[in-house]
């Protein structure tokens, strides 16, 4: 843990120090990291080099002997972090009070040798993220503005949301690292107090009213809620949330499967 028992500058002029202290309240609290729990498993599989080795051959090769699948996985529990209504401002009592989706990862290695005379000849398959796991990578943001866009339009907990953000949330069960469903078009939902003191009606868009927690919609003819079939669609899919800008970046561990063929002699 870091922090301060004091102010970083000290001024003779009684007004530049109250001016001071009042824009550097922050300088006083104390950091404490919040340790991220893993773990790391790995599977070796393998069938003995002499496995069957003449009941099952072609041409004097085995088939079923010496084969090795190896499984590696890992699991890391999401990192903590602050959220205060933008990543560019603080709120001194607000610390680490959202944390981010669980990240996972496995790996898979499929290999079998073939023993011919003092030639050794091996057949063998690198899968990175066999599973295809999408893990959020932080890296498609191309501005503050688009990463408050992001945080903004995830339904976050009630007792996150503070009346000091300068925003309305909308409750729900949403965490960081969470994101639209793939193929899914985006929805806009707009937060406000009451509909009936909207000043704008953003076209296309959802409203969800506080006031009344119901989701409402214009199309000019008047407020009317919207579809409850529609609605529950919307949330299922998280069609609401406002994805990074180069989607490109957001998950950056695609499958891939490498092929390759080794082969070694015994003098």
């Known amino acids: 843990s870091t922090g301060r028992f004091g102010y970083r500058q000290l001024s003779e002029s009684i007004v530049s120090q109250m001016n001071y202290e009042a824009t550097h309240t922050n300088d006083l609290y104390q950091t404490k990291p919040i340790p991220a729990p893993y773990a790391r498993v790995s599977i070796d599989l393998f069938t003995p080099v002499d496995y069957m080795l003449n009941e099952a051959n072609l041409a004097g090769v085995g088939l079923l002997n010496d084969w090795r699948l190896n499984m590696t996985a890992s699991w890391s529990s999401g990192t903590h972090d602050t959220w205060t209504g933008s990543r560019s401002s603080s709120i001194p009592d607000v610390q680490y009070n959202v944390q981010w989706l669980d990240t996972y990862s496995a790996n898979l290695r499929v290999s079998k040798n073939f023993k011919i005379g003092s030639a050794n000849l091996q057949f063998f398959a690198d899968i990175n993220n066999f599973l295809n796991i999408r893990n959020f990578s932080k890296y498609g943001f191309t501005s503050i503005d688009d990463e408050n866009q992001y945080w903004q339009s995830l339904h976050m907990p009630a007792d996150v ?95 891939d499967i490498f092929w390759g063929i080794k082969l070694s002699f015994d003098f």
Not at 173 to 191: M, Q
Not at 214 to 240: C, F, H, P
């Open 161 to 255: 949301y503070q009346t000091r953000f300068n925003y309305i949330n909308v409750p729900g069960e949403d965490r960081p690292g969470d994101t639209r469903k793939e193929g899914v078009a985006y929805v806009h939902i707009e937060p406000v107090n009451s509909v009936a003191n909207a000043s704008y009606v953003v076209p296309n868009a959802v409203y969800w009213e506080k006031s009344t927690g119901r989701y409402m919609e214009n199309k000019g003819s008047g407020w009317t809620e919207v579809d409850k079939g529609r609605m529950d669609q919307i949330l299922e899919d998280k069609a609401y949330i406002d994805m990074p800008n180069m989607d490109f970046l957001v998950f950056l561990n695609p499958r």
